[in-house]
């Protein structure tokens, strides 16, 4: 395949490796293979980035992530499919159950166009696939990043076949099918679906946007952090709890913070970053508590599936963000995960995935705990929709009154509901 010629006016100049510093081109690579085997990441010309952009400019673009596309490695004209600028809520209600002041929720839940941040990182991946001259794209997903992948393929009109465990919620993979995909459902947990995947994308030369794309797929991450420095005002937040799973999202919310910061359109303040996952998967967190610098590999067994990946690949970068912020990275059980869902709903109206009740466990865990001062203005991230996992929340949540269609009827079953004492455990009648 032939990369075509790069703007003038690109940002980014090429890849380097994370550990050792050594330079690529941007091709579809992620490994440093001349050196240590460390991971790739994009470089930008910070000095043209400052040059170009500012808060107006930002403010007069695109309704999506492409608002940012100075920030973001693509040459040509993006796959713009909506995605971004989700709301970034007020949660005065939450807040005061937690005996906090200012806490923030920026619901992904809501994310276009298939209700999770990993809309943002395909975008991105699949524009730059575009690019290089692939024609057929894949991933190994844990669900939500098979929604997206297969949904942005079939918008760009891009063949495609994707990699998940074959016990994924029905929800997931019904949101996968529908496109039209080819999807392969693994026997095994999701870390075995990516060795897989790394054999197919070497014989098979396809792009796997968590693979051989996955410089550029991260990337799309820092739009989180993007997005909540402009909602905020052009200000940065105190605390972020984020969820983890292979420790990207987190790591990237943190380097488009700075990078905002570096481009001068926000000042500098310390932020602290806090990290959740579930007990049943848990390896960056078991690495935390033991103050250790590598990360032991699990076996998952949470109903977190989205987040379950036993051995994560950005999860030693992952402990540094939170150490070097003066963060936590903390895991909770099912049990928390699932009330926590119940807790977001019931207090502002929000649904979300197990991935966000992961973070929202966390966030109470540690408000609980002192570890969040009240006046902190702090933002939960939530990544996916509770539709996609409804399964988690379905034996916890009541059910309807049945009633006759009589007054009479409609007023005993209300008199019953007025006695409750909880929201939402309404028993069948």
Not at 53 to 81: C, K, M, N, T
Not at 188 to 197: A, E, T
Not at 253 to 280: N, T
């Amino acid at each position: 395949m032939t990369q075509p010629r790069r703007r003038s006016e690109a940002t980014y100049t090429g890849l380097r490796c994370r550990e050792c510093g050594h330079p690529y081109e941007a091709t579809a690579h992620h490994v440093c293979s001349e050196v240590c085997f460390g991971p790739l990441e994009v470089v930008y010309d910070m000095e043209r980035i400052k040059a170009r952009v500012s808060r107006a400019a930002i403010e007069a673009g695109p309704l999506s992530i492409w608002r940012y596309r100075d920030f973001l490695p693509v040459d040509h004209d993006p796959i713009d499919v909506g995605t971004g600028l989700t709301p970034l809520l007020r949660a005065n209600r939450l807040a005061r159950r937690l005996g906090l002041k200012r806490l923030y929720i920026k619901n992904d839940g809501v994310n276009m166009p298939t209700l999770s941040f990993k809309d943002r990182v395909v975008s991105v991946a699949l524009t730059r696939a575009r690019e290089l001259g692939f024609t057929t794209v894949s991933c190994a997903s844990t669900g939500n990043l098979a929604n997206s992948t297969a949904a942005i393929a079939s918008h760009a009109g891009m063949r495609c076949c994707v990699f998940i465990p074959a016990d994924l919620e029905a929800g997931k993979v019904l949101g996968t099918l529908v496109y039209n995909p080819t999807l392969m459902a693994v026997e095994g947990n999701y870390d075995q679906v990516n060795r897989l995947c790394c054999e197919v994308a070497n014989s098979h030369g396809w792009g796997f946007v968590n693979i051989n794309l996955r410089p550029y797929y991260s990337e799309g991450s820092k739009t989180l952090a993007f997005e909540v420095a402009e909602q905020l005002g052009w200000r940065l937040p105190d605390h972020v709890v984020a969820p983890l799973a292979s420790g990207s999202l987190y790591t990237k919310i943190c380097k488009g913070f700075r990078e905002f910061v570096e481009a001068g359109l926000v000042e500098e303040k310390p932020i602290r970053f806090s990290g959740a996952q579930a007990e049943g998967c848990s390896p960056i967190a078991q690495a935390f508590d033991a103050g250790r610098d590598f990360i032991a590999p699990v076996k998952p067994d949470t109903i977190a599936k989205s987040i379950a990946i036993g051995n994560p690949a950005d999860g030693l970068y992952a402990l540094d963000v939170a150490r070097q912020s003066g963060g936590s990275i903390t895991a909770v059980s099912d049990a928390e995960i699932v009330s926590a869902i119940k807790l977001l709903a019931e207090t502002e109206g929000i649904f979300t995935e197990t991935a966000g009740g992961t973070t929202i466990a966390v966030l109470k865990k540690l408000a609980e705990s002192g570890k969040i001062h009240p006046d902190e203005t702090t933002v939960a991230y939530i990544t996916g929709n509770g539709l996609k996992t409804a399964e988690a929340v379905n034996d916890v949540v009541g059910a309807p009154f049945r009633i006759d269609a009589r007054l009479d009827s409609f007023n005993q079953a209300w008199a019953k509901a007025s006695g409750q004492t909880t929201a939402g455990t309404s028993p069948a009648t």
